[in-house]
């Protein structure tokens, strides 16, 4: 059986080889990385939020949409999105719909 001392050495053996094939994982995926980006002429402003997932492409974050509905009431309004406020909820929504 091995002493306390040789189980630690072998250890910190392998904790260098742990972080050196980490190393080496790392600088391979970074060089893979930048040879797609040159391939298909990508920066990096091309990979930031949004933009690459195209899930705000062409559009603003936060842009305001125009109201869809009025409570003749109160003179409330609401776009049509999100959840309905109570003065439509349950109700035909043709009554309040904003026209002209």
């Given at each position: 059986?091995?002493?306390?001392?040789?189980?630690?050495?072998?250890?910190?053996?392998?904790?260098?080889q742990i972080?050196?094939?980490q190393?080496?994982?790392?600088?391979d995926?970074i060089?893979?990385?930048?040879?797609?980006?040159?391939?298909h002429g990508?920066?990096a402003?091309?990979?930031?939020?949004?933009?690459a997932?195209?899930?705000?492409?062409?559009?603003d974050k936060?842009?305001?949409v125009a109201?869809?509905?009025?409570?003749p009431?109160?003179g409330?309004?609401?776009?049509?999105?999100?959840?309905?406020?109570?003065?439509?909820?349950?109700?035909?929504?043709?009554?309040?719909?904003?026209?002209a």
């Amino acid at each position: 059986m091995a002493t306390l001392q040789e189980l630690i050495a072998q250890k910190e053996a392998l904790d260098r080889q742990i972080t050196e094939a980490q190393r080496q994982a790392k600088a391979d995926g970074i060089a893979k990385v930048r040879a797609l980006m040159t391939e298909h002429g990508l920066t990096a402003a091309d990979l930031s939020e949004g933009r690459a997932s195209g899930k705000l492409a062409g559009r603003d974050k936060g842009q305001k949409v125009a109201p869809k509905y009025r409570d003749p009431e109160t003179g409330k309004t609401w776009t049509g999105r999100g959840v309905a406020p109570n003065w439509i909820a349950g109700k035909d929504r043709e009554a309040f719909l904003i026209t002209a």
